[in-house]
T-cell receptor
Framework: DTGVSQNPRHKITKRGQNVTFRCDPI?????LYWYRQTLGQGPEFLTY????????KSRLLSDRFSAERPKGSFSTLEIQRTEQGDSAMYLC????????????FGSGTRLTVV | AQSVTQLDSQVPVFEEAPVELRCNYS??????LFWYVQYPNQGLQLLLK??????LVESINGFEAEFNKSQTSFHLRKPSVHISDTAEYFC????????????FGAGTTVTVRA
């Protein structure tokens, strides 16, 4: 068990470009979450999957954001037409559905939009 | 909806001194409470949690937190800190009714000095 893996660790992109991040959860975990953390703030919930089904999306997730979890394994988070306000740390976490809320977080992908 | 307030953004402390990090929450329903720690360049790690039972919960590295329902607080304490405790600490809450979304506070940065 190597924990939750996120790639890339860092991404610098020009405004208007599209970016995609990947999260590989712990293999037996059926729940996967995406959070966003901006400087000086705690993580904010973006979206959540149970297996391959995306069950909820925060209103923070504009139409430019899309997340997928094909086959209930890894997940991708895509941001289209990036804006400077998208600069943040994007965190992925996974858990078992009856885990007493024992999330395991990845180290995050830091996005900088210039 | 739940919300979390961490009253101190920065806490400098000398090695072997005690530390208390304050956390207050607001919620109209029963909640579960958590403290997460984030060391530099690492992901969030669960430090301790309160789900039910004894209101005093402890971690393996000497931290403890007490759930106080009447004061809606979940303060984190350690009687004697080490340099290695330098990190950012986040308080988080979720509804106890099989919820999955964590609401985080803004975080408290603890800097331990020799």
């Amino acid at each position: 068990d190597t924990g939750v893996s996120q790639n890339p660790r860092h991404k610098i992109t020009k405004r208007g470009q599209n970016v995609t991040f990947r999260c590989d959860p712990i293999s037996e975990h059926n729940r996967l979450y995406w959070y966003r953390q901006t400087l000086g703030q705690g993580p904010e919930f973006l979206t959540y999957f149970q297996n391959e089904a995306q069950l909820e999306k925060s209103r923070l997730l504009s139409d430019r954001f899309s997340a997928e979890r094909p086959k209930g394994s890894f997940s991708t988070l895509e941001i289209q037409r990036t804006e400077q306000g998208d600069s943040a740390m994007y965190l992925c976490a996974s858990s078992l559905s009856e885990s007493s809320y024992g999330y395991t977080f990845g180290s995050g992908t830091r996005l900088t939009v210039v | 909806a739940q919300s979390v307030t961490q009253l101190d953004s920065q806490v400098p402390v000398f090695e072997e001194a005690p530390v208390e990090l304050r956390c207050n929450y607001s919620s109209s329903v029963s909640v579960y409470l958590f403290w997460y720690v984030q060391y530099p360049n690492q992901g969030l790690q669960l430090l301790l949690k309160y789900l039910s039972g004894s209101t005093l919960v402890e971690s393996i590295n000497g931290f403890e937190a007490e759930f106080n329902k009447s004061q809606t607080s979940f303060h984190l304490r350690k009687p004697s800190v080490h340099i290695s405790d330098t990190a950012e600490y986040f308080c988080a809450v979720t509804r106890s009714s099989n919820d999955y979304k964590l609401s985080f506070g803004a975080g408290t940065t603890v800097t331990v000095r020799a």
